[in-house]
């Protein structure tokens, strides 16, 4: 079956930009995530989804980060006055529900933002 | 909290050697740990993952991991590597948290780079 979906694949932008990335969960997933990989580091989680109510949002690193996903399914992470420093691979996963035994985690191919 | 720390950024190893990836791993409470494994320009794919029971765990592509609690570690091993696992390898870690789990903690990943 279709894995998880992310679009685009590459976005270049501005400094001072607004730019929205894309996730399409496997069908019947009802967790979803975010996470955010620079250059030479691992991936750093920024916010979960259970359905359609983000259940952390711990990670979002300041308040131009914000995510949806209004119908449970898609989900768009949302970047407000893009910096430079924001330049990364924007990866999405998805899973089963997040509660009770543990359920894997599948990732999409990731969005490389690069911001000029 | 949780952390990673995965000691070797790079290893570089000839073709049918074995070879081993090192990680250690930090957490107040017990753990899931896992190893992912990224190409090129590709998402994260699951290695394999230690939820309980036997230490020793066996994952995809000849790959075997061992949970050791005394010294926080779960090792990455292949007794014979192929051109085709140069890659990108994250260990990753997730807290049990009462009935369920929190999301993932990265390492910053190893490079492993097998030459003929």
């Known amino acids: 079956g279709a894995g998880v979906s992310q679009t685009p694949s590459n976005k270049v932008t501005e400094k001072g930009k607004y730019v929205e990335l894309r996730c399409d969960p496997i069908s019947g997933h009802t967790a979803l995530y975010w996470y955010r990989q620079s250059l030479g580091q691992g991936p750093e989680f920024l916010i979960y989804?259970?359905?359609?109510?983000?259940?952390?949002d711990s990670g979002l690193p300041n308040d131009r980060f914000f995510a949806v996903r209004p119908e449970g399914s898609v989900s768009t992470l949302k970047i407000q006055r893009t910096e430079r420093g924001d330049s990364a691979v924007y990866l999405c996963?998805?899973?089963?529900?997040?509660?009770?035994?543990?359920?894997?985690?599948?990732f999409g191919p990731g969005t490389r933002l690069t911001v000029l | 909290a949780q952390s990673v720390t995965q000691l070797d950024s790079q290893v570089p190893v000839f073709e049918e050697a074995p070879v081993e990836l090192r990680c250690n791993y930090s957490?107040?409470?017990?753990?899931?740990l896992f190893w992912y494994v990224q190409y090129p320009n590709q998402g994260l794919q699951l290695l394999l993952k230690y939820l309980s029971g036997s230490t020793l765990v066996k994952g995809i592509n000849g790959f075997e991991a061992e949970f050791n609690k005394s010294q926080t570690s779960f090792h990455l091993r292949k007794p014979s590597v192929h051109i085709s696992d140069t890659a990108e390898y994250f260990c990753?870690?997730?807290?049990?948290?009462?009935?369920?789990?929190?999301?993932?903690?990265f390492g910053k990943g190893t490079m492993l780079l097998v030459s003929p």
């Open positions: 996963a998805s899973s089963l529900s997040s509660g009770g035994s543990y359920n894997e985690q599948f």
């Open positions: 989804f259970q359905g359609t109510g983000a259940a952390d």
């Open positions: 990753a870690v997730s807290a049990r948290i009462g009935s369920g789990y929190s999301t993932l903690t």
């Open positions: 957490s107040s409470v017990s753990v899931y």
